[in-house]
């Protein structure tokens, strides 16, 4: 299973590195949007203030358009179908594409912290290094597995554009929480202490343990048909 | 006339609970206990009316505003009851032995009842929290996290919408109904959390009175008239997408055979 999902996860990341589409289009889209978060609050403070939850906006948004993108290479050729006459594993497909994805999303995540650092004049800082990586970490693995399982659902069916926002949007709100205080904690944002941030990451931590069990079991299910 | 009109009489288990009339005689989804449970209802709900409306008394404080938790109360509770049918249903179609469409159907019906109730629960709550309050909305945990199993529910709606046979239907939709029971503790227990490191007073304690005599009465009338409607809803509207099934699985059938008896007149 695992030999499989490796195996996966690596063709979706050649894929990924030989289109382009990842940093060519999704990552100047995440930029945009952090761009436009600063039109919307106008006023230095606030920003540098709310940079973190900004950030893992910034991360939702685009993890949106990444699942749509991975489960889109899948369908378009009825990949999806070739490897399921394959015999392969559902439970492989299912961690091999979350694997890839949360490659995908770690780079775009710490693109986005650190242009929060360049725009929002958000402070970085060493006593903190090791929360943000952790946190960072955990709400990947819950990014990807959940994006993966919602995106398999959505993937192939008419109408997955809209669908797949309503799904997953709900799913991931304790993502948003956590991984947010989690990151102000890390990087001190309101004055909030680095050991403030690990209940947090023990948050994204039951999540990422719930959605990676009931995934891969749910996964086979939601993708036969 | 030679041949007589055909029609198609079998009538699977499948589509019916009660074994009844064959598909295209099919009138109503009503049978007397239906109809003992709608009366039952029509009933109870006077009956809450007249106690929520007039006999119970005001509250010391909230004054004529605690009227509308005889709705709230009653409401949350058929949405809690209706999510919860729905998740027992979505695993029984799921359990290979107890499979059938029928639980599919039920654990349809009931979200959508579920949803309905949900909305008008949030209404109902908002005017309440205006008046009792001063504000439509408060991000209590309990609040925000009933919105989001409001919304969860409308997702399940939309998967269940999104075509196919209705064995993929069912099965999509089951694993989607098992998953929100998996997020729903989830997001409440992560918003308490956000909440609690606001420290926000949380309003829900205010809520904790002790209720007497003729409230606790009219909230128990509610309970009761509230969970007659839902059943009396969730028989009907599981009738009805039996009926559907039906309609989409023997529709074309049914109009290729009447075209071919008119070819035979």
Redesign the interface.
């Known amino acids: 299973m695992l030999r499989v999902a490796r195996l996966l996860a690596a063709k979706d990341l050649r894929i990924e590195a030989r289109s382009r589409i990842v940093t060519n289009q999704v990552l100047p889209f995440a930029a945009i949007v952090m761009v436009m978060f600063a039109f919307a609050l106008n006023s230095d403070a606030v920003v540098s203030r709310v940079a973190p939850g900004l950030v893992w906006l910034a991360t939702l948004f685009s993890l949106l358009v990444l699942v749509q993108r991975a489960f889109a290479i899948e369908s378009a050729d009825g990949a999806t179908d070739a490897l399921r006459a394959a015999g392969v594993d559902p439970a492989g497909i299912f961690l091999g594409k979350a694997m890839a994805l949360a490659v995908q999303l770690a780079v775009l995540e710490i693109v986005l912290l650190l242009s929060a650092v360049v725009l929002y004049r958000a402070q970085l800082r060493l006593s903190g290094v090791v929360l943000l990586v952790t946190t960072l970490v955990a709400a990947t693995c819950g990014l990807a597995l959940v994006g993966t399982l919602y995106g398999g659902l959505a993937a192939g069916v008419r109408g997955r554009e809209t669908l797949l926002p309503l799904l997953l949007l709900p799913v991931v709100a304790p993502v948003l929480i956590g991984a947010t205080r989690a990151t102000e904690a890390a990087l001190g944002t309101g004055g909030a202490a680095v050991a403030d941030g690990w209940p947090w990451v023990g948050l994204l931590a039951v999540f990422v343990a719930l959605f990676g069990v009931g995934g891969t079991l749910a996964f086979g299910p939601l993708i036969e048909e | 006339m030679a041949t007589p009109k055909t029609q198609i009489t079998d009538s699977p288990a499948e589509y019916s609970d009660t074994k009844r009339a064959p598909l295209g005689r099919v009138r109503s989804t009503g049978t007397p206990f239906t109809r003992t449970i709608g009366i039952a209802t029509i009933v109870s709900m006077a009956t809450l009316a007249v106690f929520g409306l007039v006999l119970s008394p005001a509250d010391v404080r909230q004054g004529d505003s605690v009227r509308i938790l005889y709705i709230h109360v009653g409401t949350v509770w058929i949405a809690y009851v209706a999510f919860t049918v729905t998740a027992v249903s979505s695993a029984a179609y ?1 359990w290979k032995r107890t499979r059938s469409l029928t639980w599919d159907r039920f654990a349809g019906a009931s979200a959508e009842i579920g949803v309905l109730f949900m909305a008008l629960t949030l209404f109902a709550g908002s005017l309440w929290g205006r008046l009792s309050w001063g504000k439509f909305w408060v991000w209590d945990a309990r609040v925000t996290s009933t919105a ?1 199993m409001f ?2 529910y ?2 399940y709606l ?2 269940r919408g ?3 046979s209705h064995q ?1 239907r069912a ?2 939709s089951a ?2 109904a ?2 929100a029971v ?2 729903i503790p ?2 409440h ?3 308490k ?2 909440r609690g ?1 606001h420290q926000d007073s949380s309003v829900a304690d205010r809520t904790h009175v002790t209720l007497q005599g003729l409230m606790l009465f009219s909230l128990f009338v509610s309970l009761i008239a509230f969970s007659l409607l839902y059943l009396w809803l969730l028989i009907h509207r599981q009738r009805v997408l039996a009926m559907q099934d039906a309609l989409d699985d023997k529709g074309l059938d049914y109009a290729l055979q009447q075209r071919r008896d008119e070819g035979d007149l």
Do not use: D, E, M, N
Request: hydrophobic fraction near 70%.
């Open positions: 799921l989001f919304i969860t409308i997702g939309a998967v999104l075509g196919g993929q099965k999509r694993v989607v098992l998953l998996l997020q989830l997001v227990f992560s918003v959390l956000w490191l």
